[in-house]
T-cell receptor
Framework: EPEVTQTPSHQVTQMGQEVILRCVPI?????FYWYRQILGQKVEFLVS????????KSEIFDDQFSVERPDGSNFTLKIRSTKLEDSAMYFC?????????????FGPGTRLTVL | KQEVTQIPAALSVPEGENLVLNCSFT??????LQWFRQDPGKGLTSLLL?????REQTSGRLNASLDKSSGRSTLYIAASQPGDSATYLC???????????FGQGTELSVKP
């Protein structure tokens, strides 16, 4: 069964460094998402991406964050200058279309640790 | 503001028991609602999706209901097993864009 994949599974970085989290959504899906979950807290929406542009973003998704779909398969989240509070599990998700019946499929996540 | 709440935060039951997990949402203009399972340190696995026009959905031992007027959804698990131990999350979608708004989850422990 097709699945969303994410790399790396765990990323450790120093505060102020740039990180890129990578995702390969399910191949025929059209909507892509990033969420994050700080330890012990709710899963929070960051950004949605459709038709090669951001369709919605949360207030968390400030100028330090960017997303890109550089080719037909990868979907990336870049954090330009990481802060301690960016430490979290980051989940990528994809969805086939925009119908009420569409399930979102999540990847296994990337655990980001900022030191 | 659209919010999703799950109570209780944790639940422990003996194996074989039928149980209900609760989810409430503040905005009845919901597009659909999904239930997910999350194992420790893992991603989210979709269990059931209920469209706003539906009242319930079933998959195996799981049954999810949706009552928009009261702002509630329940996940019923029949004949619980130790393998059902996990955190269960509900999440609402309010537009075609699909942004999920999550509850904080209920951590379920099924004791053998």
């Amino acid at each position: 069964e097709p699945e969303v994949t994410q790399t790396p599974s765990h990323q450790v970085t120093q505060m102020g460094q740039e990180v890129i989290l990578r995702c390969v959504p399910i191949s025929n899906h059209l909507y892509f998402y990033w969420y994050r979950q700080i330890l012990g807290q709710k899963v929070e929406f960051l950004v949605s991406f459709y038709n090669n542009e951001i369709s919605e973003k949360s207030e968390i998704f400030d100028d330090q964050f960017s997303v890109e779909r550089p080719d037909g398969s990868n979907f990336t989240l870049k954090i330009r200058s990481t802060k301690l509070e960016d430490s979290a599990m980051y989940f990528c998700a994809s969805r086939p279309r925009g119908l009420p019946t569409d399930t979102q499929y999540f990847g296994p996540g990337t655990r980001l640790t900022v030191l | 503001k659209q919010e999703v709440t799950q109570i209780p935060a944790a639940l422990s039951v003996p194996e074989g028991e039928n149980l209900v997990l609760n989810c409430s949402f503040t905005d009845s203009a919901i597009y659909n609602l999904q239930w997910f399972r999350q194992d420790p340190g893992k991603g989210l696995t979709s269990l059931l999706l209920i469209q706003s026009s539906q009242r319930e959905q079933t998959s195996g031992r799981l049954n999810a209901s949706l009552d928009k007027s009261s702002g509630r959804s329940t996940l019923y698990i029949a004949a619980s097993q130790p393998g059902d131990s996990a955190t269960y999350l509900c999440a609402g979608v309010y537009n075609q864009g699909g942004k999920l708004i999550f509850g904080q989850g209920t951590e379920l422990s099924v004791k053998p």
